[in-house]
């Protein structure tokens, strides 16, 4: 029997959460606060179980994975980075950090994979993101290595120049060439063009650039005049830097410049998805997301420091990130078009094919294309 929303006052099937627009149906909150309701910030727009403000790594830039997928992919990640701990620590660092910086890049991939993220032409376009980006990084790194060695200082007190280069302009110019191939998309393919799409160019680019600047980093340590030495753990903390934290912090940055100048180009339906997801705003919270741990490091550096630098902001950034999908996913929701029924990917429920999935409120264009299908007709019994 379908109810009236409270919110957009459409019919709705009955359910936790309007299909139309993703508010909660039977929300008893008194009219005033009816708008923060509506923006639900305990039900994540792509994983409805977690909070919209969940520091997740894998709910947010693999917002296509149903839970199963998801809980996989987050062992995957963690049996990852302790092999590449446990790698570093045997002081076997080339090695380490050459798996270090193909872990993320590799698992991205299996997800393009597993999601048929873009089913009609899925490795031009991917991979057309990821070399583009792999290509540049690689470029940036040889062109400036000589330039950073030269300037390197194993003191405590680091030129100032040294802490420019390395702390503000090369981060800022990193994060210009990251988006210059989803940019490029943004301008000609307008094909894709729904706020994960973005996320997914974003992050693809982003990775790439990460893989080729840390492979061509490790293979100047290893020719290069820079020899460490001391305690195990100084090669092995490193490699947790490398393979996971600078990875996710340019994949963040530049992954939420593309979502927010997605989401802008969409015009919204259904309600505002905010400042943060407008594209100056995203940019500069970008660019501050990329020098602050650089700067921090220049300045207050140590192993474990480095980290902590890296995994606060890279904290702060994957909520920002979160924030601007979860709102645009509501804002920007509609239907998939096919007219039937489907089998949520998320709650295992039967769903119209309406924006969002009425029994747990899963945005449905945030679900991976094969799931998104009409459900198969019942066999018949004695066929
Ligand atoms: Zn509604
Ligand atoms: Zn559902």
């Not at 490699?239 to 593309?258: E, K, Q, V």
Request: hydrophobic share 50%; with cysteine.
């Amino acid at each position: 029997m379908p109810v009236r929303c409270p919110h957009c006052g459409r019919e709705a099937p009955d359910g936790h959460y309007c299909a139309y627009c993703g508010a909660p149906l039977h929300a008893a909150a008194p009219a005033d606060t009816r708008g923060a309701a509506a923006r639900r910030r305990d039900a994540y727009a792509a994983n409805p179980r977690e909070h919209v403000y969940h520091p997740a790594i894998i709910s947010t830039f693999f917002p296509h994975l149903n839970p199963s997928s998801t809980h996989l992919a987050r062992w995957v990640l963690l049996g990852a980075a302790l092999v590449i701990f446990l790698v570093g620590l045997g002081r076997v660092v080339p090695v380490a950090y050459v798996v270090a910086a193909l872990l993320i890049p590799a698992l991205y991939l299996l997800y393009f994979y597993d999601a048929e993220i873009y089913e009609d032409e899925p490795l031009p376009v991917l991979g057309a993101t990821f070399a583009a980006g792999a290509v540049l990084g690689a470029g940036m790194s040889l062109y400036f290595a000589p330039l950073i060695l030269r300037l390197y200082r194993p003191a405590f007190q680091p030129r100032s120049e040294y802490v420019l280069l390395t702390g503000v302009g090369l981060p800022l110019l990193a994060l210009l060439l990251m988006v210059l191939g989803p940019l490029a998309l943004f301008l000609f393919r307008r094909r894709f063009d729904e706020v994960l799409d973005g996320l997914a160019f974003g992050v693809a680019s982003a990775l790439g650039f990460a893989a080729a600047q840390s492979i061509v980093y490790t293979w100047l340590l290893i020719t290069g005049p820079v020899i460490r030495t001391g305690n195990p753990l100084s090669w092995a903390l490193p490699t947790i830097r490398i393979s996971i934290l600078m990875p996710l912090l340019d994949a963040a940055t530049a992954g939420l410049i593309c979502a927010a100048l997605w989401a802008w180009r969409r015009p919204a339906e259904g309600g505002e998805v905010g400042w943060l997801a407008w594209p100056p705003a995203a940019v500069l919270v970008a660019a501050l997301g990329q020098v602050i741990p650089n700067v921090a490091s220049d300045l207050f550096g140590g192993e474990i420091r480095d980290l902590i630098w890296y995994a606060i902001v890279l904290v702060i950034l994957i909520l920002f990130v979160r924030h601007v999908l979860h709102h645009s996913l509501i804002a920007r929701a509609h239907a998939l078009g096919h007219g039937g029924t489907l089998r949520c990917p998320h709650c295992g429920r039967e769903a119209p094919d309406l924006p969002f999935c009425p029994h747990c409120g899963l945005a449905l264009r945030s679900a991976a294309k094969r799931e998104r299908r009409p459900a198969a007709p019942e066999e018949p019994a004695n066929a």
